[in-house]
T-cell receptor
Framework: DTAVSQTPKYLVTQMGNDKSIKCEQNLGHDTMYWYKQDSKKFLKIMFSYNNKELIINETVPNRFSPKSPDKAHLNLHINSLELGDSAVYFC????????????FGSGTRLTVV | DQQVKQNSPSLSVQEGRISILNCDYTNSMFDYFLWYKKYPAEGPTFLISISSIKDKNEDGRFTVFLNKSAKHLSLHIVPSQPGDSAVYFCAASASYNQGGKLIFGQGTELSVKP
C-alpha cells in the first residue's frame, strides 16, 4: 500500500541506451513531479504534471520525456543516456498545484557506465 | 545560482540536547517554506512548514523560525533523539509559481549520538 511507488529502485545501464522509470501514486493526488538529486545533493525539479497536463518543464534536455497516461501515473523515459544523467530520480505527488502536501517516492538510483 | 542554501553539510548533537539546522534563501518572492527529513534509500518526508506571514511554527519537538528580513530560517529539534539522525532539507516556494515547484537546499546531515 505504498503511497508513491517508483520502479526500478536501482538501474545500471550503458551510455547510449534508452531507459524508463515508472511512477504510480494511490493517493488520489492531481499533481505529480519528477525531481533529480545530483552528485551535489541538490534536489531539482524536472517536470510537473497536473491531471495529465504538463505544467513545469524545467529546461531539461529533450532526451528526457515524461509521459502521464492518467493522473495516477507519471513515467520518465530517457533516450541516449549520458554519464551525466547518473543521479537519484524522485517521483512525488501533491493534492493540488501548491507546495504543500508533497509525498515522495523512495527514489531510483540511475548509474550510467 | 542556488536560491536556497544550507551551509552546514553536517551536524552532530548529543541525545537530549537541541539541534539547530539553518537555511538561507535569496529570493524575496518565496512565501512558503518547508523542512523535509530523509533517511538513506528513502524519499524525503515532510516535517514542518511555515508561511511567510508567520515567524514561528511549532509541532511537538520541532519548531521552525523564519526571519524574513535576514532571509533565514531555522529548524529547532528539542530534545534531539537518535531516531532524528537523517538528512534534513530546507525547501522554499513562491505562490506565483504554477505547478507547486519547490526549491531545495543541499541538505544537512544530522547525527544524534546516544
Amino acid at each position: 500500500d505504498t503511497a508513491v511507488s517508483q520502479t526500478p529502485k536501482y538501474l545500471v545501464t550503458q551510455m547510449g541506451n534508452d531507459k524508463s522509470i515508472k511512477c504510480e501514486q494511490n493517493l488520489g493526488h492531481d499533481t505529480m513531479y519528477w525531481y533529480k538529486q545530483d552528485s551535489k545533493k541538490f534536489l531539482k525539479i524536472m517536470f510537473s504534471y497536473n491531471n495529465k497536463e504538463l505544467i513545469i518543464n524545467e529546461t531539461v534536455p529533450n532526451r528526457f520525456s515524461p509521459k502521464s497516461p492518467d493522473k495516477a501515473h507519471l513515467n520518465l523515459h530517457i533516450n541516449s543516456l549520458e554519464l551525466g544523467d547518473s543521479a537519484v530520480y524522485f517521483c512525488a505527488s501533491s493534492p493540488g498545484q501548491g507546495a504543500g502536501g508533497y509525498t515522495f517516492g523512495s527514489g531510483t538510483r540511475l548509474t550510467v557506465v | 545560482d542556488q536560491q536556497v542554501k544550507q551551509n552546514s553539510p553536517s551536524l552532530s548533537v548529543q541525545e537530549g540536547r537541541i539541534s539547530i539546522l539553518n537555511c538561507d534563501y535569496t529570493n524575496s518572492m518565496f512565501d512558503y517554506f518547508l523542512w523535509y527529513k530523509k533517511y538513506p534509500a528513502e524519499g524525503p518526508t515532510f516535517l514542518i512548514s511555515i508561511s511567510s506571514i508567520k515567524d514561528k511554527n511549532e509541532d511537538g519537538r520541532f519548531t521552525v523560525f523564519l526571519n524574513k528580513s535576514a532571509k533565514h530560517l531555522s529548524l529547532h529539534i528539542v530534545p534531539s533523539q537518535p531516531g532524528d539522525s537523517a538528512v534534513y532539507f530546507c525547501a522554499a516556494s513562491a505562490s506565483y509559481n504554477q505547478g507547486g515547484k519547490l526549491i531545495f537546499g543541499q541538505g544537512t546531515e544530522l547525527s544524534v549520538k546516544p
